[in-house]
């Protein structure tokens, strides 16, 4: 089946302590992005990856970090989170060129306390 | 800016009455338009999504969409509403040219009362 998987669904953690987020896709998909979701608000890009190698920022890319080593994962580190960074997380990934629609990851709801 | 306007916040209706979720963006020219639902506790589902041709676009779970240009808007309807189409309700854009990052609306979220 095609999907995006993120681990962890659920996570609950201590200011200043690094986390991963892992996502990984099984469609061969050139294009992977990182999302939050806040209350009113809606979904914003924290970072985007055109392929291997090539990431970039997005709208809101403080305090986090990528990395695309491989073509299927695409982790999202938090180096040191803080409380601001509670949100809801998602992963996506699309095909290649213009106009395809991402697939999404099921999201990983995150708190820091 | 770049920007996705859902005026609706929050809409209640009644289960089997018609339904209409509005949506306006602000782009330099005629963007990609989709719009996705999120369940409670899931990830996004693409519910259909316009590129070029016929403005009226349809998707899955019966609904459609229609796009005007004249207007900048591209507005989700259903003629019936069903009890499990409560949700929260996503409008997005994304660009013609490069990669096609996704631009959200913040949102509706649909009640559907029995």
């Known amino acids: 089946e095609a999907q995006v998987t993120q681990n962890p669904r659920y996570l609950i953690t201590v200011t200043g302590k690094k986390l991963t987020v892992t996502c990984s896709q099984n469609m061969n998909h050139e294009y992977m992005s990182w999302y939050r979701q806040d209350p009113g608000l809606g979904l914003r890009q924290i970072y985007y990856?055109?392929?291997?190698?090539?990431?970039d920022k997005g709208d809101v890319p403080e305090g986090y970090k990528v990395s695309r080593k491989e073509k299927r994962n695409f982790p999202l580190i938090l180096e040191s989170p803080s409380p601001n960074q509670t949100s809801l997380y998602f992963c996506?990934?699309?095909?290649?060129?213009?106009?395809?629609?991402?697939?999404f990851g099921s999201g990983t709801r995150l708190t820091v306390v | 800016a770049q920007s996705v306007t859902q005026p609706d916040i929050h809409i209640t209706v009644s289960e089997g009455a018609s339904l209409e979720l509005r949506c306006n963006y602000s782009?330099?020219?005629?963007?990609?338009l989709f719009w996705y639902v999120q369940s409670p506790g899931q990830g996004l589902q693409l519910l259909l999504k316009?590129?070029?041709?016929?403005?009226l676009v349809q998707g899955i779970k019966g609904f459609e969409a229609e796009f005007k240009r004249s207007q900048s808007s591209f507005n989700l309807r259903k003629p019936s509403v069903h009890w499990s189409d409560a949700a929260e309700y996503f409008c997005?854009?994304?660009?013609?040219?490069?990669?096609?990052?996704?631009?959200f609306g913040a949102g509706t979220r649909l009640a559907v009362h029995p």
């Open positions: 997005a854009v994304a660009s013609r040219g490069g990669y096609n990052k996704l631009i």
């Open positions: 990856s055109m392929n291997v190698e090539v990431t």
């Open positions: 996506a990934s699309s095909l290649t060129g213009e106009g395809y629609g991402y697939t």
């Open positions: 782009y330099g020219a005629t963007p990609y």
């Open positions: 316009y590129f070029s041709g016929d403005t």
